[in-house]
């Protein structure tokens, strides 16, 4: 074995499961992301980075769309330990050069997994795939976009699509909307797809917006904050600092979640000495462990509960919703077995959560993926309005809806009008403003661009960040539908699994990081972000550049745009690539709520985009008013045997970014491959706690999904669920399992058997090949090397 799998190997065997430790984001976790900080950059380096995060003059976090507090109340070390984690992910002193690739083939870098290959460094100059290669080689900025302008042209415009990950900045993807319909498609599929896209829908059509209505003092304010479907403490975990001032100001806190996660009970926090040396501060009052897709039963339960004891806000009932009788009338006649069966909780659990709720006169609800990621999602999503909606809890301060992003622009990037199904408002601005008339048909979503590329009607991939492939559900079809491509293009600052799974041509091309310089046009340009309370701030890098050859985001745009279109269109591109304030001048115009928008960023901290509901108790439906919904209650039905998983993030991960194998707080140490249960599943299965199994996916057109040997662990969680890492579990969802009204991957209720693991491959396969044998690879032992290889979709 050579000295690089020596260095790199991972063996599953050697998992270490312990005790899931107490949350103690103090010094325990402080000495994680400095350890990892001094390692991977250097004291200097550290120092120049970390102390300039998330401050006013410094660069935002690429972690998640946590707000930022007021100016005057931001700490000098304004961090948390992931968001560490992510700054020494990008700002690596580790790179890649062309004697890398020159030694890995393709085959080679597709055996190793997505953890591997983010570790290995920075990508440091622009690489292709040329028809029949089998290694990635140097091309020339200039003949990579000779080269993506080329098969551009030579397609129809809808068969192209142009990806977004929630990283991109606000200048960059006003541009990318910008050229992608200057060409002639809204197929601008981005990670909201995949995240809140259920969120998205549902409020747009409740109260008129897509976004939360809180600020950032509303949930210090609150009485009362309820968080569901979300694990905060891994995965935003600067909110609970926020909480830690909710509490302090007398809050109390509702956890509706399956698993009990250690971030929820108890927050240590670094920057206090109750936090380093002290008990720290409780959270939760009260937790609910909901089964897995039991929330939207809950939810109606405390609606009819609060309708029943009459603690309802009336006045605000009659002037500003409607439908509120309809949603009377379908409360009364609630079935409280259903409901039982649906959430798994007691009457007495449901009413306690009631009682807090009455009590409360500011109520925030938080929520993250565990609620926007089933089947119901988008009903689930307008019933936490609807119990919002009876107590008044909007438009007023210490209240409000409060969906918690998982990405540092995933908003802003829908803001700027990265939409399939932009609104035809913001397409007449853009034609009034530049003179062409944009296309006015629907593009496709992620789900349905994947199935454009699997079928042969899309034909190009551009992909501004992210990881596509890994994010994607399906992951054997989503692969074999990238092969299929005429061209790839991924624009990127780390190796990952996208990369190697490429159409009949491939570029990979390095761009600038958050934390970089962008000295674009000879000058010092600043970009924007906008977070998950609908604040917009500017952010500056201090790093000097990976490599001389890299390239901005805006660059690459503009320089992709006069490569493709004919005059430009007439754009000028290279003035918005000599100085990005010419962008947010026409973003000014253009973009709803961003008057005056140079001026706004260059106030201390940025400035607030407007809200009506939050405002001024506006809500823009086709109401005019908020509007009570009455949805169907599910129970998930679970055959004898099976379970339902949900696929959840470790404690070392940035959405399919790897940072390490260590889940501390769910007392995983050395490996990812396992799978949670509850104790009595385990022996009712014929299981011990530490067997190997394979997991099998059941969808409803008879078909199978499995993927390999995943050692079994106990956890506090209901009986009859289940969770496991992504992406290693996201060859499970099925394609076509996404979420009612919004088409979003339905990752968190997956139907899923376990059988006795025999180190079968990932894959699908068809009812009609059902009892044929899936082919064998690898057995538990090497992390790093892809134990598993698609068996392809006919």
């Known amino acids: 074995m050579g000295r690089r799998a020596r260095e790199h190997e991972i063996d599953e065997a050697d998992v270490t499961v312990g005790k899931p430790k107490h949350y103690a984001a103090g010094v325990p976790a402080v000495t994680v992301a400095m350890r990892r900080s001094l390692e991977q950059m250097g004291v200097v380096r550290t120092a120049r980075t970390l102390l300039r995060l998330n401050q006013v003059d410094g660069f935002d976090c690429q972690g998640c769309g946590w707000p930022d507090p007021d100016a005057e109340h931001r700490h000098t070390a304004e961090f948390c330990e992931n968001g560490a984690k992510a700054v020494v992910d990008e700002a690596t002193r580790n790179h890649l050069d062309r004697e890398f690739f020159a030694r890995h083939s393709l085959a080679d870098l597709a055996e190793h997994t997505d953890y591997w290959l983010n570790q290995q460094g920075r990508i440091t100059e622009p690489m292709v795939v040329r028809d029949g290669a089998t290694h990635y080689e140097p091309i020339s900025w200039d003949d990579a976009f000779a080269m993506m302008g080329r098969h551009l042209r030579a397609i129809e415009p809808d068969q192209a699509v142009f990806y977004t990950s929630g990283k991109v900045s606000n200048e960059a993807a006003f541009l990318y909307q910008l050229f992608a319909r200057a060409y002639g498609t809204n197929n601008l599929p981005d990670c909201s797809n995949m995240c809140h896209e259920s969120t998205s829908v549902g409020l747009a059509e409740v109260i008129g917006i897509g976004k939360g209505s809180v600020t950032l003092d509303d949930v210090h304010d609150a009485d009362l904050i309820v968080i569901m479907g979300q694990n905060p403490g891994t995965n935003h975990p600067r909110m609970l600092s926020a909480l830690e001032i909710a509490k302090q100001h007398g809050a109390k806190i509702i956890a509706v979640n399956p698993l009990k996660e250690a971030g929820l009970l108890r927050f240590k926090n670094p920057q206090t000495p109750r936090g380093i040396v002290g008990p720290g501060t409780g ?421 199978e999904r499995q993927v390999p040997t995943f050692r079994i662990v106990a956890y506090d969680q209901p009986r009859g669920c289940a969770a496991a890492y992504y992406p290693e579990t996201n060859p499970l969802v099925p394609l076509g399992h996404t979420a009612e009204g919004s088409n979003q991957p339905a990752y968190k209720s997956v139907i899923v058997r376990l059988e006795r693991s025999t180190g079968g491959r990932t894959g699908v396969t068809q009812a009609s090949d059902a009892n044929k044998v899936v082919p064998s690879s690898s057995s538990r032992g090497d992390e790093t090397k892809r134990a598993v290889q698609p068996h392809h979709l006919s």
Request: contains cysteine; proline residues 4%; hydrophobic residues 40%.
């Open 283 to 703: 959270l939760a009052d009260l937790y609910l462990q909901v089964r897995t897709n039991g929330d939207l039963a809950l939810l109606q339960a405390l609606g009819h509960l609060l309708l029943q004891w009459g603690a309802i806000d009336r006045d605000f009932i009659e002037e500003h919703t409607v439908g509120f009788e309809e949603y009377a009338e379908a409360s009364r006649h609630l079935d409280w077995d259903d409901v039982l069966a649906s959430s798994g909780l007691s009457r007495a659990e449901i009413e306690e959560a009631a009682r807090m709720l009455q009590a409360s006169s500011k109520t925030v609800f938080c929520w993250a993926m565990g609620i926007t990621q089933h089947h119901n999602a988008v009903a689930t999503v307008k019933e936490i309005a609807n119990v919002a909606f009876l107590q008044g809890n909007i438009g007023k301060p210490g209240a409000g809806l409060c969906p918690v992003r998982g990405h540092s622009n995933v908003q802003g990037d829908r803001t700027m009008g990265i939409w399939e199904r932009v609104p035809d408002h913001f397409l007449d601005s853009l034609q009034a403003e530049f003179g062409f008339d944009p296309p006015r048909e629907h593009g496709y979503d992620t789900v349905a661009s994947i199935k454009a590329l699997r079928d042969g009607k899309a034909k190009v991939f551009v992909g501004l960040g992210g990881n596509f492939v890994s994010a994607a559900p399906d992951t054997s079809v989503t692969e074999d539908a990238l092969r299929s491509a005429d061209l790839t293009v991924h624009v990127s600052t780390k190796l990952n699994r996208s990369h190697v799974v490429h159409g009949r041509e491939a570029l990979m091309l390095p761009v600038l990081g958050r934390s970089e310089k962008d000295l674009t046009g000879g000058i010092r340009q600043r970009v924007t972000v906008e977070d998950s309370m609908s604040a917009v701030h500017s952010s500056k890098g201090p790093l000097a550049p990976a490599s001389k050859h890299l390239r901005s985001e805006v660059d690459i745009i503009c320089t992709l745009a006069e490569a493709t279109l004919d005059d430009g269109r007439g754009i000028p591109w290279s003035e918005f690539r000599a100085d990005y304030s010419n962008i947010r001048r026409r973003i000014s115009r253009i973009v709803p709520g961003c008057a005056a928008y140079e001026e706004k960023v260059d106030q201390p901290g940025g400035f607030t985009l407007p809200h009506p509901p939050r405002d001024t108790r506006t809500f823009e439906t086709e109401k005019d008013r908020a509007i009570f919904t009455v949805s169907p209650m599910e129970v998930l039905q679970i055959p004898e045997g099976r379970l339902v998983l949900q696929t959840i993030r470790s404690h070392d991960q940035f959405n399919t970014t790897i940072y390490g194998l260590s889940d501390r707080y769910r007392g995983i140490e050395g490996g990812r491959r396992v799978i949670f249960l509850h104790q009595d599943d385990i022996a009712a299965l014929g299981f011990a706690e530490g067997d190997y199994v394979d997991i099998i996916s059941e969808w409803k057109d008879g078909s």
